[in-house]
Structures are given as structure tokens and as C-alpha cells.
RNA sequence: GGGCGCGUAGCUCAGUGGGAGAGCGUCCGCCUCACACGCGGAAGGUCGCUGGUUCGAAACCAGCCGCGCCCACCA
């Protein structure tokens, strides 16, 4: 260590983040330890998928939790040797990207249509140059080591080639169509959009009951309906098929008020004998539920509401025009001057309502492309079934198997500009539908020679995320990325996109590459606000990582999410953090001790005192420990292990035990404890280094002897021959006996600097009489006032005597509650019958030793 | 309606069949020559409730109460 760095450590006292982070980062990067060689087989590399953030993203405590937990395998493993690969990239995320464009459009008086398809896709491409790195940038600051020098986006070129080859050969399989059918219209997006990105929320509404005339009959069917101006679409009345009332009635006709139009009474069974009337008005057109009953029995369908959210013409020119709530009430108005409204009344249910606009679906039925589900789906059952596939924590395989058991057809197509185009094209001219990965030669049909039509709408984001693990690797190209990387390891994902994201790419990975895209799934924990809220800006109960970052550094967030996250969700702690950084500090503070005083010293294991034994022996057990925890993503472990380790028995113990030794050390000639606690602080850091990598690095940098960056120095193996029972045991002991001096000393009213006059004969451990502060006399000091274990007191000027005879009592007290406990179990006959062996000669033994502590006593 | 998860110290959470734990907070004492982002010590719990299984239950089983999440076409 030269002067300088000397002088550096020596003045800084407490560990600088700040100064530190940026630095080290920078020189991870550019001596390309991120950027591995496409080389090797992906059985002996590692590689990880990065859940491509959205392009309009910023850091938010989710990616701060996701990414520290990836950013730590992947560490450890590049430790371990292998050739790892990070995949990095964004998601170019359809509907967000694209209204957050429009908005910006609109704040300059604009509107996408001004600008054109073309226009406007080229505006979104800039706004990505401009703004599309952010969250990049901010992966950085979280110490992420991803292979950034080749970040991928979700419409790269070669994505885009991918993307068509998949769409192409799932319609040539038939499991792409085109079809008119029910879907959830999101009113906001203008789109329509898929099953899984509708949440439903409870709503009051209003149920009418409108009165049905039956044909040829003074009687009327009463149906009930929180949409009443739906009813211009009804082509139907559906009752229970083994519903008495109205079991005459089916076949019959009933009047559609208002229109006029005949309806046919028919029997379905899922009609609920026991909601309202039992009679179900059916509007093919506007009701998912009614579309399939409408379909089972041939019903005509027609629709009232149109894209736009207005009555179309086919509601009549009462109606037409009209938007949807103010249809409802001039509905409601017309039936009640005709005297067909039965009454109304409040009504709490839950509504279909759109993930990205927030605003209330409409169903409704459109002319979209579907992907039939149920054929891709029974493999991706079958490898996660059988195990090749594993989720941890458990349960959420189940989750996974269940719904993909009863997996429905997904709407993949969107009225959208910013996106995947389709590659489909449309002959006006002969009404041919061309699938192709290019566009055909010239824009012509082969055919007739006509003009081509490109279909408009764009794919489901998700449709291209479902190949990213494999798109990125260059796929379908025979990359050597692909062959080296491919499949990955480990998914590292939030679980509200088990369905959306994890399944799908499943799926198309084993129809397409005949592999699973990983073998394991690991779902976070959700970060909470601290009040148990969920985390949101517009809640106001964001909170900022890298606000974090700036307070405390990189490493104490990184802690701080590890040590929270769990197998359930978890409330953010503010105090984790700070726990992380303060274990930095002391990792910092305790290097400087050791540095500064090893002199020339190199690292090397020593086992010339018990002391030594024992915390090489508690070593190797926290790096076997750690290990385990990391082994079954149990972060939380894994981080408090470390911190336990560093503090309690690094620090608190073992350095106080050996600075006299470190400091005596250059005058004895004796370098032993220096050697040792550099050997000590090395696999210490090593350990340390995939949870917190920018301090472990910088102390690594001021250690003598290291061939390598800490970032690839080779991750310690815990080294068994190590394991010291006796040097465990005897400090121990020496420790616990140390902390009942400390305790009978502070409740006897001896001042803390003051020595306890003592006497243990031979007994007393060397460790004991210097952490305790015992000043030891001879057999012939005289009476000895009280005992502490094998020690006893001797009177002096610094004891307190009313103190120490209450501290006796005390002691007294608490031996004869465990003698009695003691006995009571041993003399419950079925104890000594049924107990394990070990389990009641345990509990004799601590019988025999309470009772002599109370013999002693006296 | 179905499913999953949770209820342990003031707070946030570990512990899943043999004497209730951690961090933070609180209280007492220390600026002890690595660190006050520190050191030593202490107080604090009917482990949601009720039954059951067991020699033994915070843990296993059943029921109940409370909270959260996911799925689902009772309009």
C-alpha cells in the first residue's frame, strides 16, 4: 500500500459511497467483465433474462428488488467461475409507449392522426433515443453487472424477424386466426385488449327490472339488468331449463319493449333460478356471458354500441349517437313512460375495467386475430408437472397449472400504431388473406397482381416479450449467443405476470426451440409502502431507490431489499437500509483496524490460538451457510447471515479478543493474528461481494496479495476441514461466561471501567479475565461474595453490597424456577417413556448442573 | 363463488414438534487509541381465538375471527 492510499484510509473513518461507487463501476465495465464470450455450452455457462423493464420506465422499488436479487446470482456465479450472461434490454410496451408519446403530442396542440402512422411511429422511435435509456442508466447505479454492451429492445430488427417467424408458423399450425368474436374494448386505448390485462372492480350500480310482454299473452317476463340501454341488442330471454315458472314459456315469444322486436324463450342452464326473476334478458352483442349462450344456441348477434363508445344506427334513430350513459338514461326515461320498468335499485358488483387506461371495458364484439391456447399449453404443463420446470417459492407452480388447465384463447391483436405490425396482408382485389414473414414482392398479390393491403393493428406487447429470453440470443438465427447462453438458468419475475409473461414464454419456447427457456422461476417478494399500501406514485407511496442510493449507497439498498424480501410480500423498511449501511461502515471500519496494523503481513490461515480456531471455524460455516441460502434464493438469509457474522463474531468478538496480539504483534515479531485476519477479511469480502459489490471491491483493492478484481477472484467454497468443534465450544463458553460477568457486574453496580476482583482458580479462561476486566486474586484473597459460573467475586471498594445481595436472590430465584421445570418434566413418566433418549438425557444433565449452581450458592 | 397467503416484542419480520428470536425503537451506562452509521447492559411477548392430536404445540389437524392477494360470465 503506498502513502497516499495509506493516508486515505487513515482519514476516512467512515465509508464514502459516494466517492466509491461510480468509480468502481466504471472500471467493472471497461475492463469487460459484463460482456462475456458467446463461447462454451449452455450447461457449463449461466445466463439470466432481465424482465425487460418498459422503455418508459424509471427505477422503481420493484426493479430495485428484482434486479439486486438477478445482479446476485449472477455475481456468484461469474465468481464461481462460469461464463455468465446477463441478458439486458427493454420492452418497447405498446399502449404505455405510445400514449405517453401522445400525450406529449398533445401538450404541442397535436394529435397522432396530424402525423400519420408513419409520422407518428417515427416520433415514438426519437422519443426513445431521448428518454428510452433512463431506467438503463439507473440498473447501472444499482451496481448491475448485465451484458449492457448488448442491450436489446423488444422492436430491434432481428426481434422483429423473430416476432413474424413465430406469428407465421402458429397461423400455418391454425392456432392464429381471424375472427368475430367478444372482447374486452378498452375505450381509452381505442383497443381492444386481452383477458389478462382487465381487472375487475367493485362498482354500485343501478338494477332495473323491465318488463318483457309475452307474445300472445296478458303475462310479462320480468328481466333484470344493471345495462338497460343493452336491451336494443337483446335477441333473446334465457330462463333455467328446470325452472317451474317459466317452464311453460320456453319456445314461446316475448316483445322486446321500445322496439319491438320478437325474442325467443329459451332454456339455458346457466341461468341462476335464484337471481332477481330468474329470467336473463341475452344481448349477444354486448355481454361476454350472453355472446356464448347466444353462440350455443345460434342467436343472431347484434351490436348497438360501436368503437367510439356511441349507440350505432342499428339502436335506432332514438338512440343513435347517443354515448353509452346517456343512452341508459334515455332508455331507462322511454321504458318508464311506457310503464315497462319494473323499479330499480342499488347494486354492488364487480366490473371489467382496462389495466392501462383505467377505464371501464366494453364488451363488445369485433373482428380481431385470437391464438388458440390449449395445444401450446399441454406441454408447458407437462415440464413444470414433472419438475424440469420449478417454481420456489412452491405454490406458485400450482397457480401456474391452474390456469393454464383452463387456458382460453388470447386476443394477440391491437388497434394500435406503436407496435409489432402484423405480417399480414389483404388482396381487396381476389379476398386473399397473405401471412408472410415478408411483404410479398413489390406489394402485389401473386395471385390477381392486385394492390396489398397491410392489416393496420400491431401485436400484443406480450406477444413479442413471450420470446425474449430466446429473440435477444439472435434466435432464429443459429447464433453462437444462442448456443452458448441458451436456455437460460433462473427467471426472476413478480408474480402478477406468472400468466401474462412467464407461461407464454413457455410455451412458445418449447414449440419453437423444443427447450424450456429456464429451469427456474423464482417470484419476488411485492415491496409495499411502509404502511402496507401498495407502492405508487400517484398514491404518493413511491419511494425512490435511487434517492436511497444517493442517502446511503448502492450496497445498503441492496441489502436493505435482501434482507426484506421473503416468501410473501413484505412493507418496506427504511431501517434495513440502514442496517446495510451501517454493515458496510463496519465492514469498512473493521478493514481499516486490520489494514493499518498488518504491516507487511500476508494473508494466511493461522491456528495459533483458540481464538483463531474458532473464527476460521465460524468462517467457513457463514461461507457454507450463505452458499446454502443463495443456493435456494433465501436472499433474506443469506444477507442476515452475513451481517451476523461480520458484526457478532467478526467484530464484537474476534477483533477485540486479537487487538492486543495485532497491536503487539511487529514488537514480538509475531505477524500471526495480522496474517490470519487478513486471510479472514478476505473470504469475508469474497462472500460479501454478490450482496454488496462496491465495498467489497474497494477494501478488496487495499488487500496485498489478490491476483484479480474481487468481481471475478474466485467465490470462496466453504472448506470443511475447518469446522472446529472444541475451539467452537471452548469460546463459547468463554463468551457466554464473559456476558454473565458483564451482566452480574452492571446489576451490582460495578462502573464498567472499574476492575472485578475475582477468582476462578486455574479455571478461568484468558479470554474471559481480559473481556470482563477481571483483576484475578489468589486462594488466600479471602470470602468470595458471589459466583458467576465457575468465577468468583471478591468483596472490593467498587461493590455495591445491597446491590450484590439482590443480585444473589436474583439468581437464586431464576435457578430454582429451572430446577423445577427440570423436574417436572423428568418426573412426568411418560416424558421418560416416549421422549427421544437424547432429548431426556439432556434434560437430566441441565437438572444436575442447576442444582449444583443453587448448591453453590448456598 | 373458488383458490392462495398472512395474524409472534411498540414497529417490521424470522422461527414450523423438545426451554420464545433478530433489526429498529425504548431505558441505563460509555466520545474505551477501527467504527457514536459505534461499544456494553436491560426492559418488553396469554406466539389471533376455541377445540383436537401428542409425553410435549408458536409450529401439526379442525372450526371460528380479522387482514391481504389471485381467479371466476349471478345479469
Same mark, same amino acid.
Given at each position: 500500500?503506498?502513502?497516499?492510499?495509506?493516508?486515505?484510509?487513515?482519514? +476516512?473513518?467512515?465509508?464514502?459511497?459516494?466517492?466509491?461507487?461510480?468509480?468502481?463501476?466504471?472500471? @467493472?465495465?471497461?475492463?469487460?467483465?459484463?460482456?462475456?464470450?458467446?463461447?462454451?455450452?449452455?450447461?457449463?455457462?449461466?445466463?439470466?433474462?432481465?424482465?425487460?423493464?418498459?422503455?418508459?420506465?424509471?427505477?422503481?422499488?420493484?426493479?430495485?428488488?428484482?434486479?439486486?436479487?438477478?445482479?446476485?446470482? &449472477?455475481?456468484?456465479?461469474?465468481?464461481?467461475?462460469?461464463?455468465?450472461?446477463?441478458?439486458?434490454?427493454?420492452?418497447?410496451?405498446?399502449?404505455?409507449?405510445?400514449?405517453?408519446?401522445?400525450?406529449?403530442?398533445?401538450?404541442?396542440?397535436?394529435?397522432?392522426?396530424?402525423?400519420?402512422?408513419?409520422?407518428?411511429?417515427?416520433?415514438?422511435?426519437?422519443?426513445?433515443?431521448?428518454?428510452?435509456?433512463?431506467?438503463?442508466?439507473?440498473?447501472?447505479?444499482?451496481?448491475?453487472?448485465?451484458?449492457?454492451? #448488448?442491450?436489446?429492445?423488444?422492436?430491434?430488427?432481428?426481434?422483429?424477424?423473430?416476432?413474424?417467424?413465430?406469428? &407465421?408458423?402458429?397461423?400455418?399450425?391454425?392456432?392464429?386466426?381471424?375472427?368475430?368474436?367478444?372482447?374486452?374494448?378498452?375505450?381509452?386505448?381505442?383497443?381492444?385488449?386481452?383477458?389478462?390485462?382487465?381487472?375487475?372492480?367493485?362498482?354500485?350500480? +343501478?338494477?332495473?327490472?323491465?318488463?318483457?310482454?309475452?307474445?300472445?299473452?296478458?303475462?310479462?317476463?320480468?328481466? *333484470?339488468?344493471?345495462?338497460?340501454?343493452?336491451?336494443?341488442?337483446?335477441?333473446?330471454?334465457?330462463?333455467?331449463?328446470?325452472?317451474?315458472?317459466?317452464?311453460?314459456?320456453?319456445?314461446?315469444?316475448?316483445?322486446?319493449?321500445?322496439?319491438?322486436?320478437?325474442?325467443?324463450?329459451?332454456?339455458?342452464?346457466?341461468?341462476?333460478?335464484?337471481?332477481?326473476?330468474?329470467?336473463?334478458?341475452?344481448?349477444?352483442?354486448?355481454?361476454?356471458?350472453?355472446?356464448?349462450?347466444?353462440?350455443?344456441?345460434?342467436?343472431?348477434?347484434?351490436?348497438?354500441?360501436?368503437?367510439?363508445?356511441?349507440? +350505432?344506427?342499428?339502436?335506432?334513430?332514438?338512440?343513435?349517437?347517443?354515448?353509452?350513459?346517456?343512452?341508459?338514461?334515455? &332508455?331507462?326515461?322511454?321504458?318508464?313512460?311506457?310503464?315497462?320498468?319494473?323499479?330499480?335499485?342499488?347494486?354492488?358488483?364487480?366490473?371489467?375495467?382496462?389495466?392501462?387506461?383505467?377505464?371501464?371495458?366494453?364488451?363488445?364484439?369485433?373482428?380481431?386475430?385470437?391464438?388458440?391456447?390449449?395445444?401450446?399449453?399441454?406441454?408447458?404443463?407437462?415440464?413444470?408437472?414433472?419438475?424440469?420446470?420449478?417454481?420456489?417459492?412452491?405454490?406458485?407452480?400450482?397457480?401456474?397449472?391452474d390456469w393454464m388447465e383452463s387456458i382460453r384463447p %388470447?386476443?394477440?391483436?391491437?388497434?394500435?400504431? %406503436?407496435? #409489432?405490425?402484423?405480417?399480414?396482408?389483404?388482396?381487396? #382485389?381476389?379476398?386473399?388473406?397473405?401471412?408472410?414473414?415478408?411483404?410479398?414482392?413489390?406489394?402485389?398479390?401473386?395471385?390477381?397482381?392486385?394492390?396489398?393491403?397491410?392489416?393496420?393493428?400491431?401485436?400484443?406487447?406480450?406477444?413479442?416479450?413471450?420470446? @425474449?429470453?430466446?429473440? +435477444?440470443?439472435? %434466435?432464429?438465427?443459429?447464433?453462437?449467443?444462442?448456443?452458448?447462453?441458451?436456455?437460460?438458468?433462473?427467471?426472476?419475475?413478480?408474480?402478477?405476470?406468472?400468466?401474462?409473461?412467464?407461461?407464454?414464454?413457455?410455451?412458445?419456447?418449447?414449440?419453437?426451440? /423444443?427447450?424450456?427457456?429456464?429451469?427456474?422461476?423464482?417470484?419476488?417478494?411485492?415491496?409495499?409502502?411502509?404502511?402496507?399500501?401498495?407502492?405508487?406514485?400517484?398514491?404518493?407511496?413511491?419511494?425512490?431507490?435511487?434517492?436511497?442510493? /444517493?442517502?446511503?449507497?448502492?450496497?445498503?439498498?441492496?441489502?436493505?431489499?435482501?434482507?426484506?424480501?421473503?416468501?410473501?410480500?413484505?412493507?418496506?423498511?427504511?431501517?434495513?437500509?440502514?442496517?446495510?449501511? /451501517?454493515?458496510a461502515n463496519k465492514l469498512w471500519n473493521a478493514s481499516?483496524?486490520?489494514?493499518?496494523?498488518?504491516?507487511? *503481513?500476508?494473508?494466511?490461515?493461522?491456528?495459533?490460538a483458540v481464538e483463531d480456531r474458532w473464527i476460521l471455524?465460524?468462517?467457513?460455516?457463514?461461507?457454507?451457510?450463505?452458499?446454502?441460502?443463495?443456493?435456494?434464493?433465501?436472499?433474506?438469509?443469506?444477507?442476515?447471515?452475513?451481517?451476523?457474522?461480520?458484526?457478532?463474531?467478526?467484530?464484537?468478538?474476534?477483533?477485540?479478543?486479537?487487538?492486543?496480539?495485532?497491536?503487539?504483534?511487529?514488537?514480538?515479531?509475531?505477524?500471526?493474528?495480522?496474517?490470519?485476519?487478513?486471510?479472514?477479511?478476505?473470504?469475508?469480502?469474497?462472500?460479501?461481494?454478490?450482496?454488496?459489490?462496491?465495498?467489497?471491491?474497494?477494501? %478488496?483493492?487495499?488487500?496485498?496479495?489478490?491476483?484479480?478484481?474481487?468481481?471475478?477472484? =474466485?467465490?470462496?467454497?466453504?472448506?470443511?476441514?475447518?469446522?472446529?468443534?472444541?475451539?467452537?465450544?471452548?469460546?463459547?463458553?468463554?463468551?457466554?461466561?464473559?456476558?454473565?460477568?458483564?451482566?452480574?457486574?452492571?446489576?451490582?453496580?460495578?462502573?464498567?471501567?472499574?476492575?472485578?476482583?475475582?477468582?476462578?482458580?486455574?479455571?478461568?479462561? =484468558?479470554?474471559?479475565?481480559?473481556?470482563?476486566?477481571?483483576?484475578?486474586?489468589?486462594?488466600?484473597?479471602?470470602?468470595?461474595?458471589?459466583?458467576?459460573?465457575?468465577?468468583?467475586?471478591?468483596?472490593?471498594? #467498587?461493590?455495591?453490597?445491597?446491590?450484590?445481595?439482590?443480585?444473589?436472590?436474583?439468581?437464586?430465584?431464576?435457578?430454582?424456577?429451572?430446577?423445577?421445570?427440570?423436574?417436572?418434566?423428568? /418426573?412426568?413418566?411418560?416424558?421418560?417413556?416416549?421422549?427421544?433418549?437424547?432429548?431426556?438425557?439432556?434434560?437430566?444433565?441441565?437438572?444436575?448442573?442447576?442444582?449444583?449452581?443453587?448448591?453453590?450458592?448456598?
Amino acid at each position: 500500500m503506498d502513502a497516499a492510499r495509506r493516508a486515505k484510509l487513515e482519514s +476516512t473513518t467512515r465509508y464514502d459511497p459516494a466517492e466509491v461507487e461510480g468509480r468502481v463501476y466504471a472500471e @467493472w465495465a471497461e475492463r469487460g467483465y459484463f460482456t462475456p464470450e458467446p463461447e462454451g455450452t449452455a450447461a457449463e455457462n449461466y445466463s439470466i433474462a432481465i424482465p425487460p423493464p418498459n422503455v418508459t420506465g424509471s427505477l422503481h422499488m420493484g426493479h430495485g428488488l428484482n434486479n439486486t436479487i438477478q445482479d446476485t446470482l &449472477v455475481r456468484r456465479q461469474r465468481m464461481a467461475g462460469r461464463r455468465v450472461k446477463w441478458i439486458i434490454g427493454t420492452d418497447h410496451a405498446g399502449i404505455a409507449t405510445q400514449s405517453v408519446v401522445e400525450k406529449e403530442l398533445r401538450r404541442e396542440g397535436l394529435d397522432r392522426h396530424e402525423l400519420g402512422r408513419e409520422g407518428f411511429v417515427e416520433r415514438v422511435w426519437e422519443w426513445r433515443e431521448q428518454y428510452g435509456g433512463r431506467i438503463i442508466e439507473q440498473l447501472k447505479r444499482l451496481g448491475a453487472s448485465g451484458d449492457f454492451a #448488448h442491450e436489446r429492445f423488444t422492436l430491434d430488427d432481428g426481434y422483429v424477424a423473430a416476432v413474424h417467424r413465430v406469428f &407465421v408458423a402458429l397461423y400455418e399450425k391454425g392456432l392464429i386466426y381471424r375472427d368475430n368474436y367478444m372482447v374486452n374494448w378498452d375505450p381509452g386505448s381505442h383497443s381492444a385488449i386481452s383477458d389478462l390485462e382487465v381487472e375487475n372492480r367493485e362498482v354500485t350500480d +343501478t338494477l332495473f327490472r323491465i318488463d318483457y310482454p309475452i307474445e300472445g299473452s296478458d303475462r310479462v317476463l320480468t328481466v *333484470a339488468t344493471v345495462r338497460p340501454e343493452t336491451m336494443l341488442a337483446d335477441t333473446a330471454v334465457a330462463v333455467n331449463p328446470g325452472d317451474e315458472r317459466y317452464r311453460d314459456l320456453v319456445g314461446r315469444h316475448c316483445i322486446l319493449p321500445l322496439v319491438g322486436r320478437r325474442l325467443p324463450i329459451i332454456a339455458d342452464e346457466h341461468v341462476d333460478v335464484e337471481f332477481g326473476t330468474g329470467a336473463l334478458k341475452i344481448t349477444p352483442g354486448h355481454d361476454p356471458a350472453d355472446f356464448e349462450i347466444g353462440r350455443e344456441h345460434g342467436l343472431e348477434e347484434i351490436s348497438v354500441i360501436g368503437e367510439d363508445g356511441r349507440l +350505432t344506427d342499428a339502436a335506432g334513430p332514438a338512440y343513435a349517437g347517443l354515448s353509452a350513459a346517456a343512452a341508459q338514461e334515455r &332508455v331507462v326515461a322511454d321504458l318508464r313512460a311506457a310503464g315497462s320498468l319494473g323499479g330499480s335499485e342499488p347494486y354492488v358488483h364487480s366490473v371489467p375495467f382496462s389495466h392501462r387506461s383505467g377505464q371501464r371495458i366494453e364488451p363488445l364484439i369485433s373482428l380481431q386475430w385470437f391464438c388458440r391456447m390449449d395445444e401450446l399449453a399441454a406441454p408447458a404443463i407437462e415440464v413444470v408437472r414433472d419438475g424440469r420446470i420449478r417454481f420456489t417459492p412452491e405454490r406458485w407452480g400450482r397457480v401456474y397449472l391452474d390456469w393454464m388447465e383452463s387456458i382460453r384463447p %388470447w386476443c394477440v391483436s391491437r388497434q394500435l400504431w %406503436w407496435g #409489432h405490425q402484423l405480417p399480414v396482408w389483404y388482396c381487396d #382485389h381476389c379476398e386473399r388473406t397473405i401471412v408472410a414473414e415478408r411483404e410479398p414482392a413489390g406489394g402485389e398479390c401473386d395471385g390477381c397482381g392486385g394492390v396489398l393491403r397491410r392489416d393496420e393493428d400491431v401485436l400484443d406487447t406480450w406477444f413479442s416479450s413471450a420470446l @425474449w429470453p430466446y429473440a +435477444t440470443l439472435g %434466435w432464429p438465427d443459429e447464433a453462437p449467443e444462442l448456443r452458448a447462453f441458451y436456455p437460460t438458468d433462473v427467471l426472476v419475475t413478480a408474480r402478477d405476470i406468472i400468466y401474462l409473461w412467464v407461461a407464454r414464454m413457455i410455451m412458445t419456447s418449447l414449440e419453437f426451440l /423444443d427447450e424450456i427457456p429456464f429451469s427456474d422461476v423464482y417470484i419476488t417478494s411485492v415491496v409495499q409502502a411502509p404502511d402496507g399500501r401498495r407502492m405508487s406514485k400517484s398514491l404518493g407511496t413511491g419511494i425512490d431507490p435511487l434517492e436511497l442510493i /444517493d442517502a446511503h449507497g448502492a450496497d445498503a439498498l441492496r441489502f436493505g431489499l435482501l434482507a426484506m424480501s421473503s416468501s410473501q410480500d413484505v412493507r418496506f423498511s427504511a431501517a434495513k437500509v440502514q442496517q446495510g449501511r /451501517d454493515l458496510a461502515n463496519k465492514l469498512w471500519n473493521a478493514s481499516r483496524l486490520i489494514l493499518l496494523n498488518a504491516g507487511e *503481513a500476508a494473508p494466511e490461515p493461522r491456528s495459533d490460538a483458540v481464538e483463531d480456531r474458532w473464527i476460521l471455524s465460524r468462517l467457513e460455516r457463514t461461507i457454507a451457510s450463505v452458499g446454502e441460502c443463495l443456493d435456494r434464493f433465501d436472499f433474506a438469509h443469506a444477507a442476515l447471515e452475513l451481517y451476523r457474522f461480520v458484526y457478532s463474531e467478526l467484530c464484537d468478538w474476534y477483533l477485540e479478543i486479537v487487538k492486543p496480539r495485532l497491536y503487539d504483534g511487529p514488537a514480538r515479531g509475531d505477524d500471526s493474528a495480522a496474517r490470519n485476519l487478513l486471510h479472514v477479511l478476505g473470504r469475508t469480502l469474497a462472500v460479501a461481494h454478490p450482496l454488496m459489490p462496491f465495498v467489497s471491491e474497494e477494501i %478488496w483493492s487495499y488487500l496485498p496479495d489478490r491476483d484479480t478484481q474481487l468481481i471475478v477472484a =474466485p467465490w470462496p467454497e466453504a472448506d470443511p476441514s475447518r469446522f472446529d468443534v472444541e475451539a467452537e465450544a471452548e469460546v463459547a463458553a468463554a463468551i457466554d461466561l464473559t456476558r454473565s460477568l458483564r451482566r452480574w457486574r452492571e446489576l451490582a453496580g460495578v462502573a464498567p471501567a472499574a476492575p472485578l476482583r475475582a477468582r476462578g482458580g486455574a479455571g478461568v479462561h =484468558p479470554l474471559v479475565a481480559r473481556l470482563a476486566r477481571l483483576d484475578l486474586a489468589g486462594e488466600d484473597a479471602g470470602e468470595a461474595v458471589a459466583a458467576v459460573g465457575a468465577i468468583e467475586i471478591l468483596p472490593s471498594e #467498587h461493590l455495591d453490597p445491597q446491590a450484590v445481595t439482590a443480585r444473589i436472590e436474583e439468581q437464586r430465584e431464576r435457578l430454582r424456577g429451572e430446577v423445577e421445570r427440570a423436574e417436572g418434566k423428568l /418426573d412426568n413418566e411418560r416424558f421418560v417413556a416416549n421422549a427421544p433418549a437424547d432429548v431426556v438425557a439432556g434434560e437430566r444433565a441441565k437438572l444436575a448442573r442447576y442444582r449444583a449452581e443453587l448448591e453453590e450458592l448456598g
